[in-house]
């Protein structure tokens, strides 16, 4: 075969892949995975998009968001990304964070401060993924649309599939969350916080900054869900943890830092040492678990139904 010929075999080829990059699929037609961890070939980064939610497209329920194997808790023990058929991008609101982005199943989507969102990249690998499973879709996957712009919305490649993006910023849900609307995952370790339908951090505002604080809105609180949430802005603190409440002599071990420090389980209480700001206490390590907010940086573990302290986060807040 000729050269002269060879190069019309390829420029008819190259033709031909052109057109059918530029055919659309699905309602919302294709959008290409960009921003590529590792590459990935043009055929596997079409992706079809509709609009409104899985259920109301008639989608296979079993095979998306709504799986039992999708849930969150499910997804951590698994050493490599869930791959789905579909996936569905939600504009809701759960707890205090409003708006925030969920997937077909009613979880909070999260993302992670240090990731980068130009270009699209994840650093959250290994056993982190674990914690955070990413949101990943199967190459010719479908993505639902409920109230998100989808120029808001990316991929990048990841394992089998592709992890979707919005904003530039790689989304995950977070193995605590137990159930659809629970916000556990927001404020851990001063980096995951909810994502908005824009990509911004769910809970802070316009400007990614705290919401100003009203002093007439409530004071301490306790439980998983507290009225005022600790957010990224963390302040280097020094605290006291004691094992008797009445004595603060009693030291069990001094914490300090900023942002999400772990502490020793075997104290009673918590105070200033020198003479820092509120603090949020944890029944897990990492900030997981139970929480409360210590406005004034002390106080009585047991006061805040929380048996043991294993992790404070030290820093600001604000009211939500």
Same mark, same amino acid.
Request: glycine residues 16%.
């Given at each position: 075969?000729?050269?002269?010929?060879?190069?019309?075999?390829?420029?008819?080829?190259?033709?031909?892949?052109?057109?059918?990059t530029?055919?659309?699929?699905?309602?919302e037609?294709?959008?290409?995975?960009e921003?590529?961890?590792?590459?990935?070939?043009?055929?596997?980064?079409?992706?079809?998009?509709?609009?409104g939610?899985?259920?109301?497209?008639?989608?296979?329920?079993?095979?998306?968001?709504?799986?039992?194997?999708?849930?969150?808790?499910?997804?951590?023990?698994?050493?490599?990304?869930?791959?789905?058929?579909?996936v569905q991008?939600?504009?809701s609101?759960?707890?205090?964070?409003?708006?925030?982005?969920?997937?077909?199943?009613?979880?909070?989507?999260?993302?992670?401060?240090?990731?980068?969102a130009?270009?699209?990249k994840?650093?959250?690998?290994?056993?982190?993924?674990?914690?955070?499973?990413?949101?990943?879709v199967?190459?010719?996957? !479908?993505?639902?649309? =409920?109230?998100? %712009?989808?120029?808001?919305?990316?991929?990048i490649?990841? @394992? &089998? $599939?592709?992890?979707? /993006?919005?904003?530039?910023?790689?989304?995950?849900?977070?193995?605590?969350?137990?159930?659809?609307?629970?916000t556990n995952?927001?404020g851990?370790?001063?980096?995951?916080?909810?994502?908005?339908?824009?990509?911004?951090?769910?809970?802070?505002?316009?400007?990614?900054?705290?919401?100003?604080?009203?002093?007439?809105?409530?004071?301490?609180?306790?439980?998983?869900?507290?009225k005022r949430e600790?957010v990224?802005?963390?302040?280097?603190?020094?605290? !006291?943890?004691?094992? =008797?409440?009445n %004595?603060?002599?009693?030291?069990?071990?001094?914490?300090? @830092? &900023? $942002?999400?420090?772990? /502490?020793?389980?075997?104290?009673?209480?918590?105070?200033?040492?020198?003479?820092?700001?509120?603090?949020?206490i944890?029944?897990?390590?990492?900030?997981?678990?139970?929480?409360?907010?210590?406005?004034?940086?002390?106080?009585?573990?047991?006061?805040?139904?929380?048996?043991?302290?294993?992790?404070?986060?030290?820093?600001?807040?604000?009211?939500?």
């Open positions: 075969m000729s050269r002269t010929r060879s190069s019309v075999f390829a420029a008819v080829a190259l033709a031909g892949t052109l057109l059918l530029a055919c659309g699929g699905g309602d037609g294709t959008q290409k995975a921003g590529s961890n590792s590459a990935g070939s043009a055929d596997q980064s079409q992706l079809s998009f509709q609009k939610t899985a259920k109301q497209n008639n989608a296979d329920l079993s095979t998306g968001d709504t799986a039992a194997d999708a849930a969150p808790a499910r997804q951590s023990q698994v050493s490599s990304p869930v791959v789905r058929k579909w991008l939600s504009a609101a759960a707890g205090a964070l409003d708006p925030v982005v969920t997937n077909g199943a009613g979880f909070v989507l999260y993302r992670f401060d240090k990731d980068t130009d270009p699209s994840s650093n959250c690998v290994d056993d982190c993924q674990k914690t955070w499973p990413p949101l990943v199967a190459p010719k996957g !479908k993505v639902f649309i =409920d109230g998100i %712009d989808k120029s808001k919305i990316g991929f490649k990841r @394992g &089998k $599939g592709f992890q979707v /993006t919005l904003g530039g910023w790689p989304v995950y849900l977070f193995s605590k969350d137990q159930a659809p609307g629970d995952g927001q851990v370790g001063g980096t995951w916080f909810g994502v908005t339908p824009d990509g911004e951090r769910a809970g802070q505002g316009t400007d990614g900054s705290a919401p100003e604080v009203d002093p007439a809105d409530g004071g301490q609180q306790g439980g998983d869900q507290p600790l990224e802005r963390s302040v280097e603190g020094r605290y !006291k943890i004691v094992e =008797d409440p %004595d603060s002599e009693s030291a069990a071990g001094i914490v300090s @830092g &900023k $942002g999400c420090v772990n /502490t020793p389980s075997f104290g009673a209480a918590i105070g200033p040492d020198e003479g820092s700001g509120p603090i949020k944890w029944s897990g390590k990492d900030c997981t678990g139970k929480s409360a907010l210590l406005e004034d940086g002390s106080g009585t573990f047991a006061n805040f139904g929380i048996d043991k302290v294993n992790s404070i986060f030290i820093g600001e807040f604000a009211a939500n």
